[in-house]
């Protein structure tokens, strides 16, 4: 049993320290065309035994298939899961992983309510703005997801890859409960000097703001399990 936990630092609900990303079971980025349903549903399981309380997930995995795998899986042991998806991106073609960015209000609005639905519960516990669209004024796009706070159909916000003034510019309309981005050796590594100018992590000690890393193995290439001649 893992017992290491850390607070939720805008609520101080404990989460397990370490969290899972559920993108690797649907066809997606790492994912064969063909998903194994029940060894995922067996991990997300194991997880939760093991004190894995964040489970990650989003609506462009596997266009919908990964929020449905996981409301499917979770059934009475929803209470035992802290749920983050994220909306704002949407698939054109899954085959070729291709996608736009989508951060209408009304837009907003249904893709959380597919969500929801897919998730099997009436509160997601975290929500992320996948990405900001350039063409909607961010404060459009954040406002709207404020609304279904107050409506209680996402409890806490959160940003996905984001300059610390876009950060800045979102908390003014509602708390930043998280922002989600890329860290591990290697991207550390590219960042070089700009690793000083947006220092994501800082930013969100600062502002109470839970900070979850995604890809911290390299996306497979740190471990040996991809190769330069790994299939995708």
């Not at 964040?54 to 749920?83: K, M, S, W």
Request: proline fraction near 6%; charge should be negative; hydrophobic fraction near 40%.
């Amino acid at each position: 049993m893992n017992t290491k936990t850390r607070p939720f630092l805008p609520s101080g609900r404990p989460l397990g320290a370490v969290g899972l990303g559920c993108a690797g079971m649907s066809p997606w980025m790492y994912a064969r065309p063909q998903p194994d349903d029940q060894a995922s549903a067996a991990l997300l399981h194991t997880a939760l035994d093991l004190g894995v309380t964040l489970l990650d997930t989003a609506g462009v995995y596997g266009e919908g298939h990964n929020e449905t795998l996981i409301g499917q899986t979770l059934g009475l042991r929803r209470c035992e899961a802290f749920l983050a998806t994220k909306v704002g991106l949407v698939v054109d073609d899954l085959a070729a992983m291709a996608l736009h960015r989508d951060g209408r209000p009304t837009h907003l609005r249904n893709a959380v309510e597919a969500s929801l639905r897919r998730l099997r519960t009436d509160t997601v516990d975290l929500c992320y703005l996948h990405r900001i669209d350039p063409a909607v004024p961010l404060e459009d796009s954040w406002g709207a997801l404020a609304e279904m706070v107050a409506e209680g159909k996402i409890g806490h916000l959160g940003l996905s890859d984001v300059r610390t003034q876009e950060a800045e510019q979102a908390h003014r309309i509602h708390p930043v409960a998280a922002i989600q981005s890329e860290l591990s050796l290697w991207s550390r590594l590219s960042l070089g000097t700009r690793a000083h100018e947006e220092d994501t992590v800082g930013w969100c000690a600062r502002n109470g703001a839970l900070f979850v890393p995604f890809a911290p193995l390299g996306r497979g290439f740190l471990t040996g399990t991809i190769t330069p001649n790994t299939p995708f």
